[in-house]
């Protein structure tokens, strides 16, 4: 028998994406009217921003455009969360029900099984909103395209992407433990709002909260300086490749935790 | 014939907070340390061999479930060694899976959205199926049931009876060694029942495949089993063949009348009348469960017969229920 490794895992994944497409695309109206949906609240994320550098030219030495790059950035960099994880909003009915036992009978990684059941096609719309974002952005402030800055823009971008995972993973997590976790969820999905500003805006004590605590300063602000500021990168951002890839090992190491002392429901 | 499970003196306890009344109590419960150990299963010993169908009983929260979890191996024994298959269930969760099939009556484990076929495809690529395997898996499900319809059905659409079926045939479709089966039957209707007993023997039979049925449907048990385990607050009060249960039982026999009139009032002066047996009524006949020992069914008839004009009347063997029944409520001696 082959090992399970990540060809397996992969394999797997993309067999039962694939399925699930489908039947998703037969559901035509409910398909056409999300993605619609998802237009529409970016284009409302997009002109409240809009209406607000209308008043203010620059916050902190923060210009239009570059504000414009970091609001870009964290779109691109919250997709995967969006489309690869969305299972995670589900996790605390599945637990709650009794129903999250069936994870615990496959042969295969839970995490994975369970992540593995939802591809939510809606954050591809996001996807390609934030990437013309962050193109446009680019332009105007003339970054130029080197082989080198699209590798740290990939690389920072994957860091951004993992940060944000691995906050929903652990709030999500929570479920295993405490009743009412829908609102540790709701809390996180919030503050990553604040994702898109530069964290020096924030008083000390939220710019301590959002590099270590919450960390929501690692999905937009720390990696793009990286691109923006190349003359004043701080420590942090170098660090934050390893900083992401930490949060990210901590929060499956939580969720798996949670899901491996799971007991079920009596039935 | 080898033991594919064996379980040894496994016992599992939950701590449970102590839990006050009333709102003052409650706000005192939340700086409490007050538990008190529950014992879910308790010192349980007993070994199944490859291809037996095992009945396994009990009342509501008797600990059937939970014993089922530690031998799937979600849930860790407080003590006492389990082994299903050679290797201990917990410590080896995924290794055990791979032996494994398990169906929870209500709840699909299949993907909801999918096409039942196309949830064969991705089992198969999970556990790693041969194409021979499969194919030969698929040749077997449509000789014996008629799957066709349902192949290309996703899940969702199913109803219980179909759901409850493809359930049963995905667990089987990588030929575990054991398959768990808990409450296969609930909520299904007469003919559905009776096709899913026929596939589960069939299976059984075919596959050699050793399988632990939970089920409160003593149907199910006179249809399948051979051998039932009786468990109740966690404790094991039988384990052996469903015959020798039968002649333990040997000197009972039901008798059931037909009267005129209202039967379940009947029923109850009937129970006054004869207060060492266990009387009950359904919309037919009024039972009563008479030891022979104790008096000969022929003295209660004519005791009967004296203060109720009875119109019919049947006389027959303890049935599995009743003998389930009265070892539930006086455990077996």
Known sequence: MEKRGLKFYLRIYFKILAQDLKSKMSYRADFIISTIGMIFTNIAGFVSFWILFRSFPSINGWGYYEMLFLYGFSLVAITPVQCLFDNNWSLRMAVYSGDFIKYCFRPINIFFYYQSEVFDIKGLGQLAFGIGTLIYSWVKIGLGFTPLILLKMTVFLLTASLVMIAMQNAAAATCFWIMNSFYVLDLVTRFKDYAKYPVTIFSPVFKFIFTFLMPIAFIAYYPSLVILRPDEVPLLSWLSPFIGAFFFWVSYKIWMHGALKYNGTGS | MGNIIEIKNVTKEFKVLNRREGLKGSIKDLFSRNYKTVRAVDNITMAIGQGEIVGYLGPNGAGKSTTIKMMTGVLEPTSGEILTNGIVPYTNRA???????????????????????????????????SNEKYNGMIKLYKSLVDIEPLLHKPVRQMSLGQRTLSDILAAFLHDPKIVFLDEPTIGLDVSMKSKIRKLIHALNKEKNTTVILTTHDMGDVDALCQRIVIIDKGKMLYDNDIEHLKSFFGSYRTLKIRTDGDLSAQADSIKEELPYFSVTADEEWISVLVDEEKSKVIDVLGQLQRSYKIKDMQLEEISTEEVIKKIYEEGVV
């Open chain 2, 95 to 129: 290794k055990n899976a791979q032996e494994i099939g398990v169906v929870f009556g209500q709840r699909s484990q299949l993907w909801w959205a999918l096409p039942l076929v196309e949830s064969f495809k991705i089992l198969k690529d999970i556990y790693q199926i």
